[in-house]
């Protein structure tokens, strides 16, 4: 793992987890952290696979596509959308707050 941008270390998992607004202890950066470095490890071995003789597949499961057929559906009225949320205001959902405003909003 000489490559610094291929390494998972603790203060790229603080950064990751800064960005997305996560709380995580010292204990669980450092599990994280192992955890996604073996995930690396797991991928760099994969990529020494020869694959050159393996035909590549258009879809995983072959020609045939494993999705339902494209059908128009007379979708959900708006009051019955709403009727389905725990709270709702003014023909809207209402959610937690998670971010907080600053002095500068």
Known sequence: MAD???TIDVERVRHLARLA???LTDD????HAAGLGAILEAFRDIE????SNVTPLPLP???????????????????????NGPDTRDGLFLVPRIFQRSQND
């Open 48 to 51: 020494q696979v020869d694959t």
């Open 61 to 83: 499961r072959g020609s045939a596509s494993a999705g339902r057929e494209d059908v128009a559906h007379t979708p959900l009225s708006h009051a019955r959308a709403l009727a």
């Open 21 to 23: 607004r996560l709380k």
């Open 4 to 6: 610094g941008a291929n």
């Open 28 to 31: 669980e950066l450092r599990q």
